[in-house]
């Protein structure tokens, strides 16, 4: 069943996309602007040069205005979403140092949601969290579909030193439950690791998955299971989310497939032969690790249909040549 949508453009709104020059942000407001809105992007410095991607998109002179925010400046979140019929919150640490991961990233989702409702505009808010809010749990069976009704173990990612995940989870808890005491509307997406062309200058840490096995930084792949999806999805899921009538309330996993390490290397090697990537696995006495099943069917009734993981994977690695990030090599042999 296909839930009914809202509004299909802009229709002259505003909204706030916290972390806007972040990899999926980046996407993000370039998806917005196209469409139609006005965006309040939040930056640290919006004169830094890192920044000049979103200066440069088509529509950002008109429509995008780029607001100085931190997630832990709870006043000038207040004021970059103020008039905002909407917010996108993106922006969130990403590092397994606990003091750096998990009081930022639940003090910044309280300050957004807060602000969402002191400003009195704002009829929904997105936000952003991960698959690692959804799979850590040791207890779950081989064959439990991964669904949005899953959330991570959270002694398990103490015990595990998985502050990541952890992070993920209590800011995202922090989220539904501000949301029910403000009376705000609050949807969920959970992207998996995120691939795709880069829009921002620097690399970010899930290209970087991708980058070590092309750089000769990484001489084997490890055994262990994976699950991806296309930068431009996830944008476009956020985008869905957000216009939906029906999604109010909800997560939704965003992933397009699961796949072994060596599955990447191997579709890497198909379509760049030319850089070293490892054909040999760090675990060759274990069992290999078997890919979970999930479950998309909320943002499939949304409509989304994701790009293949070869697209992306071909995409992501061109992105890397263009941006000065990986050199361009001549192929060793022609490719059929």
């Not at 997630?71 to 140092?97: K, M, N, W």
């Not at 309280?110 to 850590?136: D, H, N, Q």
Request: net charge neutral.
């Amino acid at each position: 069943m296909t839930i009914e949508a809202v509004a299909p453009t802009g229709n002259g709104q505003t909204v706030c996309v916290t972390g806007a020059g972040g990899f999926i942000a980046s996407w993000l407001v370039k998806l917005l602007l196209e469409k139609g809105y006005t965006v309040k992007g939040t930056v640290r410095n919006p004169d830094d040069p890192k920044n000049a991607h979103l200066k440069a998109m088509e529509g950002a002179a008109e429509r995008l205005i780029l607001c100085k925010a931190d997630l832990l400046d709870y006043d000038a979140l207040r004021e970059a979403i103020d008039g905002c019929q909407g917010v996108f919150h993106t922006a969130s640490p990403v590092t397994d140092d606990p003091e750096q991961m998990v009081e930022p990233a639940v003090r910044g989702a309280r300050y957004v949601i807060i602000a969402a409702a002191e400003a009195g505009t704002v009829r929904r808010v997105v936000f952003t969290s991960s698959i690692g809010a959804v799979t850590m749990d040791p207890n779950r069976g081989p064959d439990v579909v991964v669904d949005e009704s899953c959330w991570s173990d959270l002694e398990y990612c103490k015990n595990t030193r998985n502050w990541y995940c952890y992070g993920k989870v209590v800011a995202e808890q922090a989220a539904w439950e501000v949301a029910r005491e403000k009376g705000v509307e609050l949807a969920v997406v959970n992207p998996v690791l995120v691939l795709g062309p880069l829009l921002q200058p620097q690399v970010n840490a899930s290209i970087v998955h991708i980058l070590k096995y092309l750089d000769g930084s990484v001489k084997r792949y490890t055994n262990a299971v994976q699950a991806y999806v296309d930068v431009r999805d996830v944008a476009e899921a956020h985008l869905r989310v957000y216009e939906t009538a029906g999604a109010a309330g909800k997560r939704f996993i965003c992933a397009e497939r699961v796949l072994h390490r060596e599955d990447v290397v191997r579709i890497l090697a198909k379509l760049f032969p030319e850089y070293p990537v490892p054909n040999r696995c760090s675990d060759e006495v274990n069992p290999r690790k078997k890919p979970y099943n999930f479950s998309d069917q909320g943002l499939r009734d949304l409509g989304l249909q994701c790009k293949p993981v070869s697209q992306s994977l071909y995409d992501t690695v061109k992105s890397l040549q263009e941006k000065g990030h990986l050199p361009v090599m001549p192929p060793q042999y022609q490719k059929l």
